[in-house]
């Protein structure tokens, strides 16, 4: 098989970059997504997308069509690429700031049941066996490991709400609704809500989601379905 590299060529034709980046961007959504599904401990979907985003806009400098791939096909062999490499690179040091967050927690936790001021950085550091330098040094590492959470991903600014231009009228009904839904939306279960979420916003496939999820195609309908319905119970009571 061609390597992707041999299909690459920078170009300088400005447009051609920016329609190759316009019609691409649910592509590194897409990646984005499917790796995150392996890691969704340790690295946020946003940060994955930024980094699946600087890989496509230099794939589309850099692509020359010469008949041996589609863009399509290049883009999705850097982004998936960049991403893997970026994951190579911080795993490691992810799971230790997990680790080293933990024991700063137990440590402040044990201060503070034996009296003390857990913000003491001299206690603390104690209890943990290491200098204050070497704590602060934990610290830092800790402050690099993202906390994970799914709160925020269904809010008033999701595309799930896009305002389509209704007249002043539908507008509140519009709004209403939106606001209902959004409210039962954050009732859902956490792996019903993010079926829904790859489904509708991130359009992934039944396939792509179960990748995702680790679960089968089955389960993925099962979920999307239990989801649905009890969306449509909760809006009918209201």
Do not use: C
């Amino acid at each position: 098989m061609t390597s992707a590299r041999a299909y690459a060529s920078p170009t300088n034709n400005q447009a051609e970059i920016e329609q190759r980046i316009r019609s691409h961007m649910q592509l590194v959504r897409k990646i984005a997504w499917q790796i995150h599904g392996r890691v969704r401990d340790v690295f946020e979907i946003d940060d994955l997308v930024q980094i699946g985003m600087l890989a496509l806009v230099e794939a589309a400098k850099r692509f020359h069509d010469i008949g041996q791939a589609t863009f399509t096909s290049y883009a999705a062999v850097r982004i998936r690429g960049s991403l893997t490499d970026h994951l190579r690179k911080h795993l490691t040091l992810t799971r230790l700031g997990v680790q080293r967050r933990a024991q700063i927690n137990v440590a402040e936790l044990a201060v503070k049941a034996a009296g003390g001021d857990p913000a003491n950085r001299e206690l603390v550091a104690a209890e943990l066996g290491i200098s204050v330098s070497e704590l602060q040094a934990w610290r830092d590492k800790a402050s690099s490991a993202p906390n994970k959470s799914l709160d925020e991903i269904y809010d008033d600014h999701s595309v799930w709400f896009a305002d389509d231009g209704h007249t002043p009228e539908s507008a509140i009904v519009a709004d209403e609704l939106r606001q209902t839904l959004a409210k039962h939306l954050k009732r859902l279960k956490e792996r019903e809500a993010l079926v829904l979420q790859l489904y509708y916003v991130e359009e992934l496939n039944l396939e792509e989601i179960s990748e995702v999820l680790s679960v089968t195609v089955g389960r993925v309908s099962q979920l999307k379905k239990a989801a649905l319905a009890q969306l449509r119970e909760w809006m009918q009571e209201d």
